[in-house]
Structures are given as structure tokens and as C-alpha cells.
């Protein structure tokens, strides 16, 4: 069964089941600030685990794209070293919401493993919570007795907390789960060693495929378990591992999951996959690493040299450094795989089809960067191994690592090659420096709510109102870097969570005679959350919640802004343009998108024009929420990949020959509010996209009193000539003459001063030694009279202590066979440097030093000649 119908199986069994199928979400998160990327298949049910959300479908199932890379779950350095672990992987799952528990979980599992999947019962283990006496709770007795229906008593093993209790986090919904997992190892090895004794020890053909969580706990901030109201269930089981199992591989790269991408690869770098380790390496690393670079771009992730972007960067270079080490590509390879991938993937996951050039070029942009650091890296690397020393030190072994992408491996690799060693616990000590430094930027300590009112969800009202009278749900406290925030949950809220890049609103809740600041409202999952310094004295009292509103006007006419920007910018340079992000607040909007190619002047100018034509014609906001999806997508309602969207959405449309998007912001009702918009800047924000950014309504308004003073006091300064533009063209003309005359002057001034010192030269050895305390014009004229000597002056050493525009600046010249003799003027510098407190230095023939005390340029010159006439 090839991986396609494994897939098709799987997701037709539950959905007669009566499961949902539902669409994968993006493998990079939104709106949960505890995950970068997408884990788990649970993650985007996370609200109806927590109770922040009630399910429409009490049952769903689907195959979810994951990503393990960071924090608890980084399987990074593994991949490709043994043949199981991976970067991005497919999870297929089913879940309960308060409906089926234990009982269908496990007779499911095994009637699809065993049934359709015909995989043979005798190599399947379960395991089962043991129980733990510390947090008082028993062996998961009914787990047990529904797998010794199926299995006999010695394929039904006991597991610790570890292995058979999961948990969310450090706080949140949890429970017992079991396991199932595959012996796959030949006959042979199986009659020596039962499979019994080698699950859950690493090995690579004893395998969990299957993990049926039980959700029953909630795990309250003090440590303590207590019972949900609902049971839940949440399934996870390995897409590629399953596939290893059903086609009877010994690896999942040996299935067809990864075996297209591997013979590319192969057929690419020359070698044959199976014969030598470090190309095999080299090829699986290749091979797995390039879908979660090209999912986490499709879902709308840039490589980048902060947080998630970073995490892709260093799995892209982790790729192309491979393949430039053991298979030779020294040009860029890896955007060539996204033909395979598509095909792959067509219909699964569009994603990847809608987006495939963009993708292939923001790749082909990375890997060319990363090719002329790798470069750079490597002749760091000749420099140091080429010196005296048996050790690279930890902290540069750290800077190749973090700087050039250089594995602490691949430095050992080197190091060994050229007899030399790493030193290793100095490198791990830099690395526990910066990922301390990194806990503790982002460390959050989070309280448990404590619920005022019941209720599970909150109801917006910010698309037709301001103010509204509620009453809180609940709050919690919440510490970061020492300072201590609240959060607090209403019933109704007027006020819009940071989201599609709006900013939250701001505002305050009034509870009697009392006033609480609101300074920020953002998404936790689908949870409404405002952000509070202080908690109101009365809690159960009525609320009102009142947002800024000038602030939320003034953010809508640049959020209405962007959706006829993105109209515009399509209109002008084509089809391809779609967002890539975005930045909506009262001051200013910020829009990036798809684009390979700076904006000329006049497209701007014609992007400019079509926009403020659509905010003269003052369209109406044609709004429409609860939508079905496909009816949208009909109406030519753009999406933006990346992006979660449900059954049902809100369409929102300035003309529908013009701007239809589905979005989730405010807006204005008619585009003549939004004023005016100008274009302030455009330039490059990614490989592969453009980002400009624009003001509207008072602060266009701002922008142009600006430009208007400006010339008003331009024309005040000039005398109010007829002409201005003439007047400061004259202006400009007659600046650069007077350069011209000036430089001229400098040169001939330079000349006089080199001739001077050609005369003064003194003998010392053999050394021609020439010395200089004076005026320079400049400190360009300062390095050709440098270099002029050199030329003209044999042996030359040069010591010059000048006086450049009143601040000190020393220059050491020294000629090549001195240098080769072991003078170095990088040291004469240094030493001469303390005496004009400054610091400098540069080749060992040529130095240059600067300070701050011009007093000191005689004993500066005094050290000079000393160490000179020591050497």
C-alpha cells in the first residue's frame, strides 16, 4: 500500500466512523504563546481541551503537519543520524470532545492496524499507566482490560509517569495514555530477544506507532490533579512510521514517503543511497530537512534571524552545509526538490502547490547567502587550524556555530582531520550561556484562572460597538521579568484581540466608581484576554468595558487601508502578489508581500493612485459573517496561507470587482473615511518579499504638513526665489565645485607633505624609517601619501601621528620584506594607541589607530620609534 492510500485508509476509516475530516493547521502557531510551531495534532484543539471553547463536532479526525525543532520536543541533531527521527512529520489522529473515551479508542486502533492496515497482530505491545503513588493515582486497570481483548497478558506492559502520563505542559489538561507499539526486526532476532524487552528503548525497529491519550485531569499551577468535567481523547500516531510498518521497510526513509527525494538527491551528488554512511546521512538530512523548510514557508514563515524564522534559517543551513560537505553541491540545490514535494503532496496539502515559484525562489535566495558564509566559515577554519595550537577553543567552536552554522560535528570533523581537537565543554558551556539568556528573556511564570462567573466562551462585540456593559469570567496573575501583570476574561467584549496584524485595542473597564487600564488585548487559542496592571477591588460587580476609540478609528482606516493596497499592488504587478504579513496600528501600516523585484517609482505612484481613487469613490463595507467556506471562495474571497480557517468565516469586500478577503478585523464603513493613503517606504523584507509601509487619514495629513514646512522653509532660506527646484539645483552645482576645488587642494597639500617626508627619511639598521607629527587634511589623503611611500621608499617604516579635523589619528606603514622579516604593524599600533586613548588596527602592513586625546601625539610617536628601533 503506497503512502497515498495509507492516508486515504486511515481518514475514510474514522469518517465512517462518523468522524469530521478537518484540514490540517498551519505548522507555524498563532495566537498561542506557549509554541512556536505546531507539535502536536491536539494543538489546534487545545480551547476545547481547556474549556476556553465548546466543539461543533463532538467527534474529528485529519492528518496534521508537525514540526520538532525547538523547546521540549527538538529532535534536530538526531535527524538523519539514525533513520527515524524527523523534522517535519504528518500525524494522523482522531478525537473525542466529551464523547467516546477508552473503550472505541482502543478497539478502533486495533481494528484499523490490524483490519484494514492487515498488519500482524503477533508484533504488536500495548502499554498502560502503571500508576504513581506521589500523585495518588492508580494502574490504568480499564486501559487494560479493553487491549486483553486483543492481546495476551504479556504484550500488555506496564509504563511509567514518563512514558504513560502525558501532560500539555506544566500546568493544563492531562491523563494516562497507551501505547501501541511494532516489533518489525526479523524472525531470527525476535526468537533471541522478545520485543517485550526492547520497547520504549530506542530501538530503531521496536516502534510506537499509535498513542491513545486519555484526557481526564486538569493540572492546576500548584502542582495538584483535579478531575475535568469531560473525558476526552486525542490520538497521535506517526504518518512515516506507519508507512514503515505497512511496506515492510526497516526505515521510514526507505518508504515512499522520502524514497523520491532520496534517489534525487543521490542521482544529484553522483553516489548511490546504501553505500557509504556519510553520504546516506548527508542525503536523509537533505531529504527530510527540505519539507519543514518548504511547509513553514507555504504556512507563511521567512527565514529569518529572529525566533521561528531562525529555526528555519538553521535547518535550511543544516541542509545545504551537508550536501556542500559530503555530496559536493556547491550551487544551490535544495529549491529544485519542490517539484517532488508538490507531487507529493497535491491535494493533501495546496498549500504547496498555490505558493511552489515563491517558495522555490525565497529557498534559492537563502541557500546563495548561506553559500558565501559557509565559504567564509570554512577559511576561518583554515586560519585556525593552520596555527600553532592542538585545540580550537570552546567559545570559537561557539562562533562558527552561531555565526557560520558550522555543527559542533562538523568543527570535530575538521579539527580531527587537520590533528587538532575541539574543546567540547567549553563549547557546551557557551551554549547553556545563550540558551539561559534566551529562558530568561522569555520566561512567564503563569497563574491558574480563578473563575468569577461561569462560562466557556466570549462573545465579541467590537464589530458594531465600543462600549458594552459585562461582567468578568475570570483572571489570573502573571509574571515576567519580575513584573506582574493580570489577565482577565469577559463575558461580551468590545475590545479586539491582537490578531491578522491589528493590534489589540486598548481602553479601560469601569466597575463602580473604579477605572482599570486595559493595555493590550491578545488571543490566547481562541480565548479573549485583557491585559490589566492591577485587578479591579470588586470582581463580581458589573463591568463596563470601554475602548479607546479615537485609537480603534485610526487603526480601521489603515487596516481597510491594506485590503485596498493588496487590491492595487495585484492590479499592478500581477497575480503572484499575495500577503506575507502585516502591521495595522493607529500610526502607521505595514504590508508585506510576494515580490521579486524592487518597486519602480512609477508603480508606486500607479499602486498610490488606484488606492486613493477607491477612497474617493467611498465604497461601502459589504461585511458578511458566517459564510460557508466554499461559498466564499466562490465570491473570489482571497485566503492567506497560513492561516486557520473553520467551516464558516467573515467576508469582507470594498466593490467585489475590487477587494474580496476574508478576514477577522475591524474595518470602516465606507472607504472615504480612511482620508487618504501615502506610501512613505518600500524595500526588501525577506528574500522574495517586498514590504511597504504607508499612513492614512491624519497622519498623511501629518506627512504632507511636513513636506509643506519644509519647502516653506526652504523658500525662507533662499529668499523666496521664482524657481525653487532651479534655485537648489543651483545650489547643489555649486557644492560640488566647491568639493572638487577643495579636494584638490587637499591632494596638492597631501603632495607637498609626502614630499616633505621623502626628504626626512632616517636610517635606522636597515630600516628607512620615516616620522610624522601634523596637520593632515583628511584621513584618505593621510593612506595614499601611506601607500605613495611604500612605492617610492625601500624597507620604508612609516610612523605618522596626525591631527585630522582636531582629533588624533595614528598610521603605521610597514614595507613587505619587514613584514616577512616579523615586524607587524597591527602591534606597533596597538602600543602607540594607549597614548591618544584610542584603539585600531588592520593588516600586518598597514594599521590605522584613532582617540580621543590629541595631547598625546608626541608620546604616541615616541612609542612608535622605540618599538621600531627595538625590533
Not at 538530512?285 to 504556512?299: K, L, M, Q
Not at 593552520?386 to 585545540?391: E, I, L, M, Q
Not at 493596497?565 to 502607521?588: C, T
Not at 514590504?691 to 523666496?720: C, G, N, P, W
Amino acid at each position: 500500500m503506497d503512502s497515498k492510500s495509507i492516508r486515504k485508509t486511515f481518514l475514510n476509516f474514522f469518517e465512517e466512523k462518523s468522524h469530521k475530516i478537518v484540514p490540517s493547521a498551519p505548522i507555524v502557531v498563532q495566537n498561542d504563546p506557549t509554541l512556536m510551531f505546531t507539535n502536536a495534532g491536539m494543538n489546534q484543539f487545545k480551547d476545547f481541551f481547556l474549556g476556553n471553547k465548546v466543539a461543533e463536532s463532538k467527534r474529528v479526525a485529519d492528518t496534521q503537519k508537525c514540526l520538532r525543532v525547538s523547546g521540549k520536543h527538538n529532535d534536530l541533531e538526531e535527524v538523519g543520524i539514525d533513520t527515524y527521527h524527523h523534522t517535519m512529520f504528518e500525524m494522523l489522529g482522531n478525537w473525542s470532545f466529551g464523547d467516546y473515551f477508552k473503550k472505541e479508542a482502543i478497539e478502533w486502533a486495533w481494528e484499523l492496524l490490524t483490519g484494514e492496515f492487515k498488519l500482524p497482530k503477533d508484533r504488536f505491545y500495548a502499554t498502560i499507566f502503571e500508576g504513581d503513588e506521589s500523585e495518588n493515582l492508580d494502574q490504568d486497570v480499564e486501559a487494560k482490560e479493553f487491549w486483553l481483548q486483543f492481546l495476551p497478558e504479556d504484550r500488555v506492559l506496564n509504563g511509567s509517569k514518563k512514558d504513560n502520563f502525558w501532560e500539555m505542559g506544566d500546568t493544563g489538561p492531562c491523563g494516562p495514555c497507551s501505547e501501541l507499539h511494532i516489533d518489525l526486526r526479523p524472525q531470527s532476532e525476535v526468537d533471541k530477544i522478545p520485543g517485550r524487552d526492547l520497547v520504549n528503548q530506542d530501538h530503531p525497529q521496536v516502534v510506537e506507532v499509535w498513542n491513545l491519550v486519555f484526557i481526564q485531569y486538569n493540572r492546576l499551577a500548584n502542582g495538584t490533579l483535579e478531575n475535568l468535567p469531560e473525558k476526552h481523547v486525542d490520538t497521535g500516531m506517526g504518518f512515516e512510521r506507519l508507512a514503515m510498518a505497512i511496506q515492510g521497510k526497516q526505515s521510514n526513509y526507505d518508504t515512499d514517503v522520502f524514497q523520491p527525494l532520496i534517489q534525487w538527491v543521490a542521482k544529484k551528488g553522483g553516489v548511490e543511497y546504501g553505500k557509504d554512511e556519510k553520504t546516506d546521512i548527508a542525503i536523509r538530512v537533505i531529504s527530510d530537512h527540505i519539507r519543514a523548510i518548504a511547509f513553514t514557508i507555504a504556512d507563511g514563515q521567512l527565514p529569518s534571524n529572529n525566533k521561528a524564522g531562525y529555526v528555519i534559517r538553521r535547518i535550511l543551513r543544516r541542509a545545504v552545509r551537508y550536501g556542500y560537505t559530503f555530496l559536493g553541491f556547491k550551487e544551490p540545490f535544495l529549491h529544485e526538490m519542490l517539484d517532488i514535494l508538490v507531487d507529493q503532496f497535491d491535494g493533501v496539502f495546496p498549500e504547496l502547490t498555490g505558493q511552489k515559484d515563491f517558495i522555490a525562489k525565497v529557498i534559492k535566495e537563502e541557500e546563495l547567502s548561506f553559500l558565501r558564509t559557509l565559504d567564509n566559515g570554512l577559511k576561518k577554519l583554515d586560519t585556525i587550524t593552520s596555527g600553532d595550537s592542538k585545540t580550537i577553543e570552546g567559545s570559537t567552536a561557539f562562533e562558527l556555530y552561531d555565526t557560520y552554522g558550522f555543527p559542533i560535528d562538523l568543527t570535530a570533523l575538521i579539527a580531527r582531520e587537520n590533528g587538532m581537537e575541539v574543546d567540547e565543554a567549553g563549547f557546551q558551556k557557551e551554549m547553556e550561556v545563550q540558551k539561559n539568556r534566551s529562558k530568561s528573556a522569555g520566561k512567564q511564570t503563569t497563574g491558574d484562572w480563578n473563575v468569577v462567573h461561569e462560562g466557556d466562551e466570549t462573545k465579541f462585540l467590537g464589530y458594531t460597538q465600543t462600549q458594552a456593559t459585562t461582567n468578568i469570567l475570570r483572571y489570573r496573575e502573571v509574571k515576567q521579568k519580575d513584573k506582574k501583570q493580570y489577565q482577565i476574561v469577559l463575558e461580551a467584549t468590545p475590545f479586539y484581540a491582537e490578531s491578522g496584524g491589528q493590534v489589540g485595542d486598548t481602553g479601560y473597564l469601569q466597575i463602580g466608581e473604579e477605572k482599570i487600564e486595559v493595555v493590550d488585548t491578545k488571543k490566547e487559542n481562541d480565548l479573549i484576554v485583557h491585559f490589566v496592571k492591577k485587578l479591579p477591588t470588586n470582581m463580581q460587580g458589573e463591568v463596563k468595558a470601554v475602548v479607546n476609540e479615537s485609537k480603534r478609528r485610526l487603526t480601521e482606516n489603515n487596516h481597510s487601508a491594506t485590503h485596498l493596497l493588496h487590491a492595487a499592488l495585484r492590479q499592478v504587478l500581477g497575480d503572484h502578489v499575495q500577503q506575507k504579513g502585516s502591521l495595522v496600528n493607529e500610526k502607521i501600516l505595514r504590508f508585506d508581500f510576494s515580490h521579486f523585484a524592487k518597486m519602480t517609482e512609477e508603480e508606486i505612484a500607479e499602486v498610490e493612485k488606484i488606492v486613493n481613487q477607491k477612497i474617493r469613490e467611498n465604497i461601502a463595507l459589504d461585511e458578511k459573517q458566517n459564510v460557508p467556506i466554499a461559498e466564499a471562495q466562490e465570491m473570489g474571497a482571497m485566503a492567506l496561507f497560513g492561516e486557520k480557517y473553520g467551516d464558516f468565516v467573515r467576508v469582507i469586500t470594498f466593490d467585489p470587482q475590487y477587494s474580496v478577503e476574508l478576514c477577522g478585523g475591524t474595518h470602516v464603513p465606507r472607504t472615504g473615511n480612511i482620508g487618504m493613503l501615502k506610501i512613505v517606504s518600500e524595500g526588501s523584507s525577506a528574500a522574495g518579499v517586498r514590504r511597504i509601509e504607508a499612513v492614512t487619514s491624519v497622519e498623511a495629513e501629518r506627512f504632507y504638513q511636513q513636506k509643506l514646512d519644509l519647502i516653506a522653509e526652504l523658500e525662507e532660506m533662499l529668499k523666496h526665489p521664482k524657481d525653487l527646484k532651479k534655485s537648489v539645483e543651483n545650489l547643489v552645482k555649486e557644492n560640488l565645485a566647491a568639493q572638487k576645488k577643495l579636494e584638490q587642494l587637499n591632494q596638492q597639500q597631501a603632495g607637498q607633505i609626502k614630499n616633505q617626508l621623502k626628504a626626512s627619511v632616517q636610517k635606522v639598521g636597515d630600516k628607512n624609517l620615516i616620522t610624522y607629527k601634523g596637520e593632515f587634511p583628511s584621513a584618505d589623503n593621510m593612506k595614499q601619501v601611506a601607500f605613495d611611500l611604500k612605492r617610492e621608499v625601500d624597507n620604508l617604516v612609516l610612523l605618522i601621528a596626525a591631527d585630522i579635523e582636531s582629533k588624533p589619528m595614528l598610521t603605521v606603514m610597514l614595507a613587505d620584506e619587514l613584514v616577512k622579516g616579523g615586524m607587524n604593524a597591527n602591534e606597533i599600533i596597538r602600543k602607540m594607541a594607549s597614548a591618544i586613548k584610542g584603539g585600531g588596527g588592520g593588516q600586518p602592513f598597514y594599521a590605522t589607530a584613532g582617540g580621543k586625546d590629541l595631547s598625546g601625539l608626541d608620546e604616541a610617536l615616541k612609542i612608535g620609534k622605540e618599538v621600531v628601533e627595538g625590533a
